[in-house]
């Protein structure tokens, strides 16, 4: 794993005593940040209980250092670059280096502490996201605590009561900060490491951009249309495929903090429900699935067995959540002939192309803005994939070594196994 690593100093313990005089601190933890988009294997716990760590998509786990008993994270709030995808980066907000921040993992009972450093140009908090703590550790700026201003460092102490899945986000200028992508998640074992056992465990978020075409800073005031659809803050293709050897059993964890639902859809598989926000659902209770809706504000689990090896599409099911930028306000031209009328435009307006609505657009070697992603791409071994957005790949091979992330390539099905294309006699022309 490469990371910049730095020490924070002396000056943010100044502002953390401000926050919290009881706290005697001698040193804040040190700020471990990470530049590249890259999935990182998941951290195996290097003090404290044991647990089976989380593979989050795209992301990674925050190191902490075990001081007296406590867990301690350090969390800096800052302008991040993250690439959404090869070809295009977005100026966002985030936690040490990303957005989503680092994930944060702990075990069902262990005290934690987090210092919050914020250096953003405006006031923040943060906000733990289905936590059981005390009220005035909720992180809600005004109403639990004061905001923490521009070079602050606050501090946040409570006991991870519940086992399960959490986020974490600004309860301060929300609008902008979320919009900027600043989130996280956070996964809280259960005491009992043996209980509830999966081989591979991911989880990430869902979350929207509204990026202009040839721009790189979200706009901030955008209600519902956005045009970035995003798993922690990357489109297809830049999202990492999720892997499994068959038989395995895994486990899905995303919260969505878009201002929209998503219902995520598992091809070739059923799944299981198998927890909320709320916690985990008994065995007895947990309802089957390919589809599961997730509303603002939500987490779902999901888990099944990888039973079929296959390249198996894994995405959001609204289409427009599964294309990229410039797929928005486009006219419906099907059926227009547009060949006539091109050309006379093309007399009056130099470089005018038509735009044919739909399929043709996918596969159209149309020249793009800078830093603009097409709208949608991911070449196949059969072609154009014709997804952007909220997609991905989840890939089941039955030669997959346990705790192997690395992306195996595209699957080869048996001989004979495959849709093909008729040969015989094309079908009797209809009147
Ligand atoms: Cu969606």
């Not at 902490?64 to 867990?71: A, E, F, H, S, V």
């Amino acid at each position: 794993m490469v990371t910049r690593r730095h020490l924070f100093g002396g000056m943010g313990a100044a502002f953390a005593s401000a926050a919290v005089g009881r706290a005697a601190l001698a040193a804040l933890p040190q700020i471990v940040t990470r530049d590249d988009a890259r999935m990182q294997r998941p951290l195996v716990p290097p003090t404290g209980k044991p647990y089976r760590p989380v593979a989050t998509l795209n992301g990674w786990t925050l190191p902490w250092r075990m001081r007296n008993g406590i867990k301690e994270f350090h969390l800096v709030a800052e302008p991040v670059v993250r690439e959404i995808a090869p070809g295009m980066k977005a100026n966002l907000w985030g936690y040490n280096g990303q957005s989503p921040g680092p994930t944060i993992e702990v075990v069902e009972g262990d005290r934690v502490r987090i210092f919050v450093t914020n250096r953003l140009p405006e006031a923040t908090s943060i906000h733990w996201h289905g936590q059981r703590l005390p009220n005035g550790m909720d992180g809600v700026s005004g109403l639990t605590q004061p905001s923490i201003k521009p070079g602050q460092t606050y501090v946040y102490e409570f006991r991870a009561q519940r086992a399960g899945t959490f986020m974490y986000h600004p309860h301060a200028d929300e609008t902008t900060q979320v919009a900027m992508g600043m989130m996280g998640s956070w996964v809280t074992h259960p005491s009992d490491a043996a209980s509830m056992p999966v081989d591979r465990d991911y989880v990430f978020l869902l979350n929207a951009y509204d990026i202009s075409p040839g721009s790189a800073t979200p706009k901030v005031s955008t209600m519902l249309d956005f045009n970035l659809w995003t798993f922690n803050s990357r489109a297809y293709p830049g999202i990492d495929p999720m892997m499994a050897r068959i038989g395995e059993r895994v486990r899905i964890r995303v919260g969505n903090l878009t201002m929209t639902n998503h219902p995520i859809h598992l091809h070739g598989h059923e799944f299981e429900v198998a927890g909320t926000d709320g916690g985990w659902i008994p065995r007895g209770a947990r309802w089957p699935e390919v589809t599961t809706d997730i509303a603002v504000g939500q987490m779902r689990a999901i888990e099944f067995e990888a039973a079929a090896a296959g390249d198996w599409a894994f995405h959001c099911h609204k289409s427009h959540h599964t294309m990229n930028a410039m797929s928005h306000g486009v006219p419906n031209t099907l059926g227009v002939e547009q060949s006539d009328l091109a050309e006379k435009i093309a007399a009056l307006v130099p470089d005018y192309m038509s735009m044919d609505a739909g399929h043709a657009m996918a596969g159209m070697q149309m020249p793009l803005p800078e830093n603009t992603l097409g709208m949608t791409s991911g070449d196949g071994p059969h072609g154009n994939i014709e997804m952007g957005g909220m997609f991905t790949v989840f890939k089941v091979r039955d030669d997959l070594a346990p705790g192997d992330y690395r992306d195996p390539g595209w699957y080869h099905p048996p001989k004979g196994s495959v849709a093909y294309l008729w040969e015989g006699e094309p079908p009797p022309v209809s009147r």
